[in-house]
């Protein structure tokens, strides 16, 4: 795993927090991936409260998450043809909105679901926008050598977020009701929004042109190299399994493996995994990101088989601490491969259809597994769902997968360029020093 001869190592480069930029997009991060991890736990027990419907819960969920995948797509051009700040800052403002409205609504004792789910709604199509953003925005805060650290920072701090976040729902809703951790999540993302409007990011405008060129064009990034869109299938793949054993995985731990508790520990034994793997991506750096990457993801077959088998307990819990170390570790790695070798003018749309990929595949699981284990049993649905994680292997195997090797600091592309229509037009690009135009930087 050690890092390739001619990429200086991470570790000699300052780490990117002493940069102001970068640290103050990382507290705002910080900020809001806590009032995050606080919102699921309490938009359940929220929702059942006021309902007493799983139904009802499933439906926020769905209009949370329809819109989320719909735009997408058009996030990521927006991301890209106006500044990824002002798109992640308008973002926070709304989400901020729409997490006030629906924390007074349940203050207000006599909650509207049909309100709830519209602001969760709201909620979900501002994320759409967001998530592009990320990528950008890190990109233009970090050198290029420092980028790795600085991903492996921002993971960190969301799997630490995971860790705290159910934690800290729970004394909000038992003591003082869901209500307040709904305005505690609009309070980090104003936080968020406030820091952004300090935080200076580098840009590369896009040339002026229609919606659907840039929406093409970002589909061709995609398409034209060899080691991405196989790992778009990784990612989908793993994502659908991911989602069978969160169906069956609480129902399995219950009635085979010992109770409540044993899934209660499984969840925090996988937040631990995740941030080993964090903690370790920002010290190594493998020579073959991408073979790797798509490798790690095929350990998620060990807890979808642990959990077929019921073995005892112990066993499947570190079933499933293991693979997320693999997680953890391959997500940051990921992100930097991504963010040194695609041109940043594209950087947005290429997430955004990664995004799409990967959320797009995770309701496929949630309908699928329900129905296999009614009409056989649990175990039927989680041995396919290993399978297919397994079998996954071959995205590694792929030749342009297998052998790429991102362009070291100083040779990636900064913008779009020329390019190449082949598969390899993911190959080190010359480009001007965008960082010596002051007009480059968001302000």
């Known amino acids: 795993m050690s890092r390739p001869p001619s990429h200086p190592s991470p570790q000699r480069s300052p780490h990117p927090l002493r940069e102001r930029d970068f640290r103050l997009l990382f507290t705002g991060r910080a900020l809001s991936l806590l009032g995050d991890a606080v919102l699921p736990a309490a938009l359940a027990l929220a929702v059942l409260r006021a309902t007493g419907s799983t139904s009802a819960l499933a439906l926020v969920l769905g209009c949370a998450m329809l819109p989320k995948l719909v735009l997408l797509p058009v996030g990521g051009v927006l991301a ?57 925005l890190v990109a233009g805060t970090v050198r290029e050598e420092a980028r790795q650290r600085a991903n492996s920072a921002v993971a960190t701090v969301e799997s630490a977020s995971k860790l705290a976040g159910p934690a800290l729902a729970g004394v909000l809703v038992f003591t003082a009701g869901p209500g307040w951790a709904f305005l505690l999540d609009a309070a980090t993302f104003a936080a968020s929004a406030a820091l952004l409007t300090a935080v200076r990011v580098r840009h590369v405008p896009l040339p002026k042109r229609s919606f659907r060129a840039d929406l093409a064009e970002g589909w061709s990034e995609v398409r034209t190299r060899a080691w991405y869109w196989p790992s778009l299938i990784a990612h989908a793949i793993a994502n659908m399994c991911i989602s069978v054993l969160m169906v069956l995985g609480p129902g399995v731990a219950v009635a085979r493996l010992g109770g409540e508790g044993v899934w209660v520990a499984t969840l925090q034994t996988g937040a631990v995994g995740l941030l080993i793997g964090n903690t370790l991506a920002g010290r190594l750096y493998p020579r073959r ?59 947005a749309r290429v997430t955004s259809y990664d995004w799409l990929v990967s959320l797009g595949a995770m309701p496929l699981g949630y309908a699928l597994a329900p129905l296999a284990a009614e009409r056989w049993d649990p175990a039927v649905p989680l041995w396919v769902a290993a399978a297919l994680v397994a079998t996954s292997v ?50």
């Open 289 to 347: 990101p991408v073979f790797v990457a798509n490798l790690l993801g095929t350990l998620f077959a060990l807890p979808l088989a642990a959990f077929a088998l019921a073995p005892p307990a112990p066993y499947a819990v570190a079933a499933y601490g293991i693979s997320m170390v693999g997680l953890g570790y391959l997500n940051p790695v990921w992100q930097t491969t991504v963010q040194n070798a695609v041109p940043r003018t594209a950087l």
């Open 80 to 136: 890209d043809r106006f500044r990824a700040r002002t798109v992640a800052l308008t973002t926070d403002v709304v989400r901020c909105a729409a997490q006030l409205f629906t924390g007074l609504q349940l203050l207000g004792g006599d909650p509207s679901l049909a309100l709830i789910a519209s602001a969760e709604a709201v909620g979900g199509a501002a994320s759409a926008f967001a998530m592009p953003c990320l990528y950008p």
């Open 394 to 443: 071959w995205t590694a195997a792929v030749r342009g997968a297998r052998t790429f090797t991102p362009p070291g600091p100083g040779t990636g592309p900064k913008n779009a360029g020329p390019r190449s229509a082949g598969p390899q037009s993911a190959g080190p690009r010359s480009a001007p020093d965008e960082t010596a135009d002051p007009a480059g930087r968001d302000s």
